[in-house]
């Protein structure tokens, strides 16, 4: 076992004068602070000793913080330099002091190091992880990655030593960013050599042990602190028992030899004799704070019984005063006691009301998520097939007909999606995405794939778009192409024989933002003054005639809501008979600069020339077929098969570099096939391939060792890149969501 001491930090970084305070407070903090120091540089008794002088002057004062502090510096002194049984008593002592404050931060301290006194000892490891998951939830309340960190890593040791290691290597995997960027020597040590025990015990590689059990051994090199020293003999214990598992018995004898150098250095007679020295003045003062204790709570109820005499007498009186109260009461009870029925007989109206309502709302949300699943589907079979009719056949590529039909899909799907979640627009649950485009294109697509509707209604259609504009903007271009959509589609139904013009023009920048004004202007109908202020709100539709301007109501709600997350404003002005104007403006960055590097990322990956095998575990026919064409246009080998236990029974056969997989499917779903393939002790990447989105799923696909989730449809680089990830990620295979 490895010891953390990692929450004395915080304990000395408050430990500050302040002015203002009373003088046994200020006192109380410096004997503190220099209890600390002595800690840090090993002189035991001494700090003992100035622990014990602060723990007294709390006591006195009935000061219950700084008690829990006195009590926790003379815990972590005992653990190692005296009784780990003494430092147990001493740990809960402070925390029945620190449970009479608010101060979570030294609960915290206490439950942590309470935990370490039962793990590091070996005396209970069940009782020792009880404590530390009640230190993570004070440490995770405070939002301390500090203490976050090292409690996680000492519950992961806790959990190894027990030999979970299915729910300690989650925790494990939890600390690697804060480590690997934040990380001091000790935690460090502790990660590579939690790593190492995990390879060593769990997967039984001893390669992959060695290798950071080395790691843990340079970090421990690099220590300057002296209290970390009984750490490293851990260290040291370990790989010696690591090395002398695996037969190689020089090895694990030069670690034995500096383990024994260091314990020696550390242990020696003389400061074990001083700390037992002042171990018994400690309880000897012990016993003296306790009899005032007793004295002090005699007075108190001594006191207590000459208040008692006078509180009497005003009882007697008060109750006087309550009986002549109760009977008015009475009187008006009877009064209330009918308009209290009819008031029961209307609330439990309203809860069945609620609970219908409540029903209703989980029935709406369930047929949302239904739909919006069947719907992306197919059209992930419709995108996927436009993709690779554009690859097979290059000589459509320029092909207007094409590049409608392309963008249709998509717009078709991001319309899809956000009708179907018009309720969580409102909830502001919809996140913009930035993405590099360039205006021109996006809007000549536009007009492309309006021209049907355009000739529909002999209406021209005309673009303006200033040249001021950077080349390339920065911002969510789908929901942009939606806004544009929506109001060109109405303007077209609402205009005969006329002209439709969108224009968009740079209206100002203010630093690193370009706001684009837009204007979609039509020479129709118009929009009658009386209709003006309420055509923004659902289910508007302004006097529908019986043969004529089909829709649902939603277009304008989803524009407005749509400019309100890009951050924007929108106006109209119209006239009857003579046409309606749409103002809106919108901020971008420019993409200028990040256009090559992202145009020169996505050739690099779809040009790579290496291959790799994808076994692909999906149900739908027509996606099978999308799928494995796409992959085999781009050099990789594919198999596929129709459900997980076929899946589960090819992995006995072949061997492949990753798995695509369905999550919905029949027979057995994506999440239980991967935790089967997980049990059987295959570590090749999973990647998940659904049409849910990914946030209603994470915490399932996390909980299933699922490596990573794309939405379908979604764009083919993105999915080659994600498969060359996991595939190449040599180091660490086991990385998960």
């Not at 001893?206 to 602190?225: H, I």
């Not at 590099?436 to 529909?456: C, G, M, Q, V």
Request: hydrophobic letters at 40%; aromatic letters at 10%; charged letters at 30%.
């Amino acid at each position: 076992m490895k010891q953390f001491y990692f929450l004395l930090f915080l304990l000395f970084s408050t430990l500050v004068f302040a002015q203002g305070e009373s003088s046994y407070k200020l006192e109380c903090k410096k004997l503190l602070k220099e209890s600390g120091k002595n800690f840090l540089e090993l002189k035991n008794d001494e700090s003992v000793r100035l622990a014990n002088l602060a723990l007294t002057l709390a006591s006195t004062n009935k000061d219950y913080e700084f008690e829990a502090k006195a009590y926790n510096l003379i815990g972590l002194n005992y653990v190692d330099f005296s009784d780990v049984n003494k430092a147990i008593d001493v740990y809960k002592k402070g925390l029945v002091s620190a449970n009479k404050t608010k101060n979570d931060t030294i609960k915290g301290w206490l439950t942590n190091n309470l935990a370490n006194a039962y793990c590091f000892n070996e005396i209970d490891f069940n009782e020792g992880i009880k404590y530390y998951k009640l230190g993570l939830q004070y440490s995770e309340k405070l939002k301390d990655d500090y203490e976050i960190a090292f409690t996680k890593l000492n519950l992961t040791s806790a959990l190894f030593r027990v030999s979970n290691y299915e729910e300690g290597i989650a925790y494990l995997i939890d600390t690697k960013d804060y480590v690997e960027l934040n990380g001091d020597v000790e935690a460090q040590i502790t990660f590579n050599s939690l790593y190492a025990d995990y390879y060593n015990n769990a997967l039984n590689d001893f390669d992959k042990a060695d290798l950071y059990y080395k790691k843990a051994y340079l970090n421990s090199k690099e220590n300057q602190t002296e209290f970390i020293k009984s750490h490293i003999a851990n260290l040291y214990q370990d790989i010696a028992a690591f090395y002398s598992k695996h037969g190689k018995f020089a090895e694990a004898y030069s670690f034995l030899r500096m383990k024994d150098s260091l314990n020696t250095e550390i242990y020696n007679a003389e400061r074990l004799s001083k700390v037992a020295k002042v171990s018994s003045e400690v309880d000897k003062n012990e016993v003296e704070r306790d009899l005032l204790k007793v004295q002090q709570e005699k007075l108190l109820q001594e006191e207590k019984l000459k208040d008692s005499k006078i509180i009497v007498t005003l009882f007697i009186v008060i109750f006087s005063i309550l009986m002549l109260l109760l009977f008015s009461m009475y009187r008006n009870n009877r009064l209330r006691t009918e308009s209290n029925l009819e008031l029961q007989k209307a609330n439990k109206e309203l809860i069945i009301a609620k609970e219908e309502a409540e029903k209703a709302s989980n029935i709406k949300s369930q047929f949302i998520s239904t739909i919006s699943h069947e719907l992306r589907t197919p059209l992930y079979g419709v995108i996927g097939t436009t993709d690779i009719i554009e690859e097979e056949h290059a000589e459509l590529s320029n092909s207007p007909h094409l590049k409608a039909l392309k963008f249709s899909a998509n717009y078709l799907l991001s319309l899809v999606n956000d009708i179907l979640k018009v309720y969580k627009i409102e909830e502001n649950k919809v996140v913009l995405e930035d993405n590099i485009f360039n205006l021109d294109d996006i809007i000549e697509s536009i007009r492309e794939s309006l021209e049907t509707i355009s000739r529909r209604h002999n209406n021209k259609i005309q673009v303006l778009v200033d040249s001021a504009i950077p080349e390339f903007l920065i911002g969510d271009k789908v929901r942009l192409s939606q806004v544009i959509i929506n109001l060109m589609s109405n303007s077209l139904k609402f205009t005969h024989n006329g002209k439709v013009i969108i224009k968009a023009d740079l209206d100002r920048v203010e630093g690193e933002n370009y706001f684009v004004k837009f204007k979609v202007i039509d020479t129709g109908i118009g929009i009658p003054k009386k209709y003006q202020a309420s055509v923004f709100e659902k289910f508007v539709q302004i006097e529908r005639r019986e043969d004529d301007y089909q829709g649902t109501g939603l277009g304008l709600t989803i524009v407005k809501k749509l400019i309100d997350l890009f951050g924007g404003t929108i106006t109209l002005e119209s006239e009857e008979g003579k046409g309606t104007t749409f103002t809106f403006d919108i901020p971008f960055k420019s993409g200028v600069e990040d256009a090559k590097e992202f145009i020169q990322e996505v050739e690099v990956d779809l040009s790579e020339s290496k291959s790799y095998k994808v076994l692909v575990v999906e149900d739908n026919k027509i996606n099978q077929i999308v799928t494995k064409r796409l992959l085999e246009n781009h050099k990789f080998i594919c198999e596929i098969v129709d459900d997980g236990f076929q899946a589960i029974e090819i992995l006995e056969q072949q061997e492949f570099d990753a798995i695509l997989m369905d999550i919905n499917m029949p027979k057995i779903n994506g999440f239980d096939t991967t935790k089967i393939i997980r049990k059987k002790g295959y570590t090749i990447p999973v990647i998940a391939v659904t049409a849910f989105e990914k946030q209603e799923i994470i915490e399932r696909a996390r909980d299933a060792q699922i490596n990573d989730v794309i939405a379908k449809p979604f764009e083919a680089y993105k999915l080659f890149r994600m498969i060359r990830k996991y595939v190449e990620n040599e180091e660490d295979k086991t990385g998960l969501l």
